[in-house]
């Protein structure tokens, strides 16, 4: 669910990172932090199989009362952490429900920081295999010095090898990049 396209003013991250360090802090606290994390995973995806849902709870012209009432209704029918009951109805009740998949990755991003994870996005232009991705998990992890997060997407234009993100680092070891550093070589003469 995003904000940007409900209707909702422009919010600012750090009011996202703010609400995800509460609800991180409260959930550590209370050493729920995994279940709290696995609840909200679990609505993001209900919201992400119904789409209509997200349209609902994003659309300024459904009254407050009928959001918080539907909301209700799926808290009510779910398995959550009264601590994650509570922080969606408190998103509701200030009308940021909207914004939940930007509070999302700041918690995400937050929680990940917490346990030494990072986050490593790969680009391939075919689906690897499970060895190849262990391959690349163990020497990103080494080099990093932290447990890493696959995030794998295809872009068939690479033609061959990888594209490695770290944040704002990227290392390309793709085909692509290695022809077209050949043809400036080429070119310079």
Do not use: C
Not at 54 to 66: C, N, T, V, Y
Not at 106 to 121: I, P, T
């Amino acid at each position: 669910m995003s904000g940007k396209n409900g209707g909702a003013p422009v919010i600012g991250r750090s009011l996202f990172r703010r609400y995800a360090k509460v609800l991180i802090e409260v959930a550590r606290r209370d050493k729920l932090l995994p279940r709290v994390q696995k609840d909200l995973r679990s609505f993001m995806e209900l919201l992400k199989t119904h789409p209509q849902l997200e349209g609902f709870f994003s659309d300024p012209k459904i009254s407050p009362l009928h959001k918080e009432e539907l909301l209700e209704e799926l808290l009510s029918a779910a398995d959550y952490e009264d601590i994650t009951k509570n922080f969606l109805r408190l998103l509701s009740f200030r009308r940021r429900l909207p914004y939940l998949q930007e509070v999302w990755e700041a918690f995400q991003w937050q929680v990940n920081r917490l346990e030494g994870v990072a986050v490593v996005e790969v680009i391939s232009p075919f689906p690897l295999s499970e060895g190849q991705t262990r391959k690349i998990v163990r020497r990103v992890s080494k080099f990093l010095g932290k447990k890493v997060e696959i995030k794998s997407s295809l872009d068939p234009s690479l033609i061959g090898g990888v594209v490695i993100k770290v944040g704002d680092t990227v290392y390309d070891g793709s085909l692509k990049k290695q022809l077209q550093l050949l043809k400036e070589r080429l070119v310079q003469g």
